[in-house]
């Protein structure tokens, strides 16, 4: 993963500064995968997050990542949700360089380590939220993440057989689903916490519609890696209870099969414990869609 600097970074906080006025302070926000995350104070007090878009392969795509945001986050504007209001948009970096989307800065923090029955719940309810919104014509279909590029059993695998049978899941038809708006990448570190709530969530670059239980999947498979497969059945029931819908195992295989690097690109899973966690759960999913198939 590269960055690639801007010109003359100046230009960023001078193109913000004209929409929320001259920049006094400047703090680099944490957690950040594709972009750097820059978090604004102007002379007001007021405060924003500034996302430059600099780091490829998202940076090449920069253009069609920040304009999603910034008009998912205008679709979204009073529904309820605790989202940041987009204030300016640069998709294409003439002003700034690289691809920017200036936001007003949600409060509270990341916290991953976060697995309590409440608060996957309220991960939970967020999530079925996002899911009952009425989206606007202009969001794009799903797009799998586990391309058949990505079908080669991992290195570190104990499991040759395992894979190879995800792999041919994969190669089938999806199950039915109805479409339904979905975040696309929701999970902990997309999810903000003050307090002992719920204060934001974020990273809207991936909005599509598509199987609900894909954005499940992709919590799911986040809290295994983190936290386990109990951490994770926890959150898909309080997600079952609280929408009523069925689960989908497919969809949590192609989850992790996405979470394979494409050639070329370094391991997403590299700790040991995690690469064991990862495997028994992608067996146990298996075995869940076995089961189903039979019926």
Same mark, same amino acid.
């Given at each position: 993963m590269t960055s690639v600097p801007?010109? *003359?970074p100046r230009a960023a906080l001078a193109w913000a500064a004209e929409t929320i006025g001259p920049v006094t302070g400047v703090r680099r926000l944490s957690g950040g995968w594709t972009s750097t995350m820059l978090a604004l104070t102007a002379t007001d007090g007021?405060? !924003?997050? +500034?996302? +430059?878009?600099?780091r490829e392969p998202w940076r090449s795509h920069g253009p069609a990542l920040t304009a999603r945001e910034h008009l998912t986050l205008e679709m979204l504007a009073g529904s309820g949700l605790p989202i940041a209001t987009s204030l300016a948009l640069d998709a294409d970096g003439r002003h700034c360089g690289d691809p920017a989307h200036l936001m007003s800065l949600l409060p509270g923090s990341v916290q991953v380590r976060r697995h309590? *029955?409440? !608060? #996957?719940? $309220? #991960?939970?309810? +967020? #999530?079925? !939220? &996002?899911?009952?919104?009425?989206p606007s014509p202009?969001?794009?279909?799903y797009e799998s993440w586990a391309f058949e590029a990505k079908y080669r059993v991992p290195s570190w695998a104990t499991d040759a057989v395992t894979w190879e049978a995800a792999f041919d899941v994969l190669r089938s038809e999806p199950p039915a689903?109805?479409?339904?708006? &979905?975040h696309?990448?929701?999970?902990?570190?997309?999810? #903000?916490? *003050? $307090? $002992? %709530? &719920? !204060? %934001?969530?974020?990273?809207?670059v991936e909005t599509s519609i598509g199987p609900a239980w894909l954005d499940v999947a992709h919590c799911l498979t986040s809290l295994v890696l983190w936290h386990g497969s109990d951490a994770a059945d926890a959150f898909a029931?309080?997600?079952?209870?609280?929408? %009523?819908?069925?689960?989908?195992?497919?969809?949590e295989v192609m989850d992790l099969v996405a979470f394979l690097p494409a050639p070329g690109r370094q391991e997403y899973v590299v700790d040991p414990e995690e690469r064991v966690r990862f495997e028994a759960r992608l067996a146990t999913v298996l075995g869940r869609l076995s089961r189903r198939t039979e019926r």
């Open positions: 801007n010109a *003359d007021e405060a !924003s997050v +500034l996302r +430059l878009m600099n309590d *029955d409440d !608060s #996957l719940a $309220g #991960l939970a309810d +967020l #999530l079925a !939220s &996002i899911h009952e919104t009425e202009a969001v794009r279909p689903f109805a479409p339904t708006f &979905i696309r990448d929701f999970q902990p570190r997309n999810v #903000l916490w *003050d $307090g $002992g %709530g &719920i !204060s %934001g969530v974020v990273d809207w029931a309080a997600y079952v209870d609280r929408t %009523g819908r069925a689960p989908q195992p497919y969809f």
